[in-house]
C-alpha cells in the first residue's frame, strides 16, 4: 500500500504563490502517475494536475499557466506549485499515487491539506 503525505497548504492572498508537497512511501518511478486533486465544498473532485512515471503533465483548464506539477524522484516527493492564487482556488488539496498500469490502477489518496486564498 502506498502512503502519501501531503504539507504546505495555509491561508494566502490572492496573487500570491504557495507550494503544496507530497512525500510518497514508495519510489515514485515504479508508480505510474502521480497528481493532485482538490475539493470545495458543494462541490465533486476535481484533478488539478498530473504527472506520469514518463514525465508527462495534465492539467485542468481552470489552472493550466499558473499551477506547476513536478517531482523529486530521489526525495520520493511530488509538487505543485501555485501561482497568481485566485479565490476560487481555496479548496482542501489532496495528492494522488496511480499504481499499476493505464489498463488496470490502484490510486491511493493523502489525507488532504487546505488552501485558502483570501485577503
Known amino acids: 500500500q502506498v502512503q502519501l503525505v501531503e504539507s504546505g497548504g495555509g491561508l494566502v492572498q490572492p496573487g500570491k504563490s504557495l507550494r503544496l508537497s507530497c512525500v510518497v512511501s514508495?519510489?515514485?518511478?515504479?508508480?505510474?502517475?502521480t497528481g493532485w486533486y482538490r475539493r470545495t465544498p458543494g462541490k465533486q473532485r476535481e484533478l488539478v494536475a498530473s504527472?506520469?512515471?514518463?514525465?508527462?503533465?495534465d492539467y485542468s483548464d481552470s489552472v493550466a499557466g499558473r499551477f506547476i506539477i513536478s517531482r523529486d524522484n530521489a526525495k520520493n516527493t511530488v509538487y505543485l506549485q501555485m501561482n497568481s492564487l485566485k479565490p476560487e482556488d481555496t479548496a482542501v488539496y489532496f495528492c494522488?499515487?496511480?499504481?499499476?498500469?493505464?489498463?488496470?490502477?490502484?490510486?491511493?489518496w493523502g489525507q488532504g491539506t487546505q488552501v485558502t486564498v483570501s485577503s
Open positions: 494522488t499515487a496511480d499504481q499499476g498500469t493505464s489498463a488496470k490502477r490502484v490510486r491511493y
Open positions: 504527472i506520469t512515471n514518463g514525465g508527462s503533465t
Open positions: 514508495q519510489s515514485i518511478d515504479s508508480l505510474y502517475s
